[in-house]
């Protein structure tokens, strides 16, 4: 079965320092999202894509977040600078149309530390 | 972006039927419910979704309250693999998908 491919599995970052995620969506996916999940609770969405264009960015912090899929296939969201507060995991998910009944299918995530 | 309530965590003895319960009382009429559970160190997994009726596949059953107010993920038969977290989760027409905490499933042997 295919799968949403994420890198790196694993961060480690000193703050103030720049990070990078790379996400690969299930080929023939329209949509893509970006998660970020603090351990103890629940994916938080960060961003929604509908092929390269922004859907909904409502709860990205735009002042050290931003995000892009150029070609409409794979994803980078960055973060400059890192701050403490930002480790987490985060998660990138694809679904095949933005339609209400077409489920998401997850990454494995980056794990970030910030130090 | 409607908002479901769950218990924080449930038990269940290990092939015994488990009853996971979701109330949606502000689901709009195109929402759908979906389920998805999350196993430590992994990203959420697709379990099963419906809008009105209750749907069946290989890993789960969805039961659907008449007024869609509430629904049910029923496990058929609990096994060490199914302890995970469990999420219920309102999709609308852009498919925008808020995740509450869910609930932890412990299966006890």
């Known amino acids: 079965e295919a799968e949403v491919a994420q890198s790196p599995r694993y961060k480690i970052t000193e703050k103030s320092q720049a990070v990078a995620f790379w996400c690969d969506p299930i080929?023939?996916?329209?949509?893509l999202y970006w998660y970020r999940q603090i351990l103890g609770q629940g994916p938080e969405l960060l961003v929604q894509?509908?092929?390269?264009?922004?859907?909904?960015d409502s709860q990205l912090p735009k002042d050290r977040f931003s995000a892009e899929r150029l070609k409409g296939v794979d994803s980078t969201l960055k973060i400059q600078p890192a701050e403490l507060g930002d480790s987490a995991m985060y998660l990138c998910a694809s679904s095949l149309e933005a339609a209400s009944n077409s489920p998401l299918h997850f990454g494995n995530g980056t794990r970030l530390t910030v130090t | 972006d409607a908002k479901t309530t769950q218990p924080n965590s449930m038990e269940s003895n290990e092939e015994e039927p488990v009853h996971l319960p979701c109330n949606h009382s502000t689901i709009s009429g195109t929402d759908y419910i979906h389920w998805y559970r999350q196993l430590p160190s992994q990203g959420p997994e697709y379990v099963i979704h419906?809008?009105?009726s209750n749907v069946n596949n290989r890993m789960a059953s969805l039961a659907i309250a008449e007024d869609r107010k509430s629904s049910t993920l029923i496990l058929h038969r609990a096994t060490l693999r199914d302890a995970a977290v469990y999420y219920c989760?309102?999709?609308?027409?852009?498919?925008?998908?808020?995740f509450g905490t869910g609930t932890s499933l412990t299966v006890i042997p």
């Open positions: 989760i309102l999709s609308n027409t852009g498919n925008q998908f808020y």
């Open positions: 419906g809008l009105t």
């Open positions: 894509f509908q092929d390269e264009s922004v859907v909904d």
């Open positions: 080929s023939g996916h329209a949509t």
